[in-house]
């Protein structure tokens, strides 16, 4: 799968920007748990719900249309993502865009994720009823 051109690219922060409020995003990153059926695959592949599994990684934009996507892998999504080529190019500096994703990333450089703990609606009600 070939990576964007800077036009395109420019297209999907455009949309980000536009439609969500969300300035130079350029995608969007999970990874999904795919249930499989290997044969003598011992533990590898078993993850913490017990089922057998290989990860899905991949990067879409606002579309949600496809812009990487890396299936084959096993482990946690953090541990998968690091090893992707997308990975490397983000850190060599080759793609230079900030990514968001979810809490199962380390926060990096490059890669955006949400706060935790408490949404904030929740501790101004909390502090409203005070």
Not at 26 to 44: E, F, N, T, W
Request: with cysteine; glycine share 6%.
């Amino acid at each position: 799968m070939r990576m964007p051109t800077k036009e395109e690219w420019f297209e999907i922060s455009q949309r980000f920007e536009i439609n969500a409020n969300f300035p130079n995003c350029l995608g969007a990153v999970d990874g999904k748990h795919i249930r499989i059926k290997p044969q003598q695959s011992g533990s590898m592949f078993l993850n913490y719900k017990y089922f057998f599994f290989i990860v899905l990684m991949a990067v879409v934009d606002f579309d949600y249309n496809f812009v990487f996507i890396d299936v084959g892998s096993y482990g946690k999504d953090c541990a998968v993502f690091k090893k992707t080529q997308f990975w490397k190019s983000l850190i060599d500096n080759t793609l230079n865009i900030p990514t968001p994703c979810d809490e199962a990333f380390a926060l990096h450089t490059n890669l955006l994720r949400p706060y935790g703990g408490l949404r904030l609606w929740r501790r101004r009600v909390a502090w409203c009823a005070s």
